[in-house]
T-cell receptor, first 116, second 113 residues
Framework: KAGVTQTPRYLIKTRGQQVTLSCSPI?????VSWYQQTPGQGLQFLFE???????NKGNFPGRFSGRQFSNSRSEMNVSTLELGDSALYLC???????????????FGPGTRLTVL | GQQLNQSPQSMFIQEGEDVSMNCTSS?????WLWYKQEPGEGPVLLIA?????ELTSNGRLTAQFGITRKDSFLNISASIPSDVGIYFC?????????????FGKGTKLSVIP
């Protein structure tokens, strides 16, 4: 079974631009979560999507948004980029309630975003 | 918000030694997960714990879910060079309708051959 895939793996943008990152979950997984990882703050939860609906959101400004499609693929968007948005953005998927391991979240390799 | 205190922050050990790291929380979790992350990659799930008091092994790795549901530890026996990486604990909160993991800051493990 293929794992979680994320594209692109690396991205360089300048301040003020916007960026869209893509994530394809493990086949059959309907829950997709996004995390930001920085050396100073560690791994921080951005949001979770399930069946195209955002179910939970972390403490990030409105510039960070996301969506999920009917095939469970997800995108996250960051508008008006700031230098502090430079980070590794990780996507993770998990199985649905009632299935074995539905509390186990599996991560993709991440997208390394650099804002200049 | 919830916080996880993970210790130690870093460890330098000789190959063959055993390693122990732990996480404590001020909040109760209903699931504890342990991940390993290597440079340039996403975290890889090592062990998942679902019940208070549960002790689970995965090869040379052993993890336990604390009785109070507020702590967990991970042991690595007979360390080898490929154990190098950053180990994260993560807790999943009680509550219906949403799923969110809270992560510790990580334990950076270095193994000296």
């Amino acid at each position: 079974k293929a794992g979680v895939t994320q594209t692109p793996r690396y991205l360089i943008k300048t301040r003020g631009q916007q960026v869209t990152l893509s994530c394809s979950p493990i086949s059959g997984h309907r829950s997709v979560s996004w995390y930001q990882q920085t050396p100073g703050q560690g791994l921080q939860f951005l949001f979770e999507y399930f069946s195209e609906t955002q179910r939970n959101k972390g403490n990030f400004p409105g510039r960070f948004s996301g969506r999920q499609f009917s095939n469970s693929r997800s995108e996250m968007n960051v508008s008006t980029l700031e230098l502090g948005d430079s980070a590794l953005y990780l996507c993770a998927s998990r199985g649905t309630a009632g299935t074995s391991g539905n509390n186990e979240q599996f991560f993709g390799p991440g997208t390394r975003l650099t804002v200049l | 918000g919830q916080q996880l205190n993970q210790s130690p922050q870093s460890m330098f050990i000789q190959e063959g030694e055993d390693v122990s790291m732990n996480c404590t929380s001020s909040s109760i979790f209903n699931t504890w997960l342990w991940y390993k992350q290597e440079p340039g990659e996403g975290p890889v799930l090592l062990i998942a714990l679902y019940k208070a008091g549960e002790l689970t092994s995965n090869g040379r790795l052993t993890a336990q879910f604390g009785i109070t549901r507020k702590d967990s530890f991970l042991n690595i026996s007979a360390s080898i060079p490929s154990d190098v990486g950053i180990y994260f604990c993560a807790g999943q909160s009680l509550g219906a309708g949403s799923y969110q993991l809270t992560f510790g800051k990580g334990t950076k493990l270095s193994v000296i051959p």
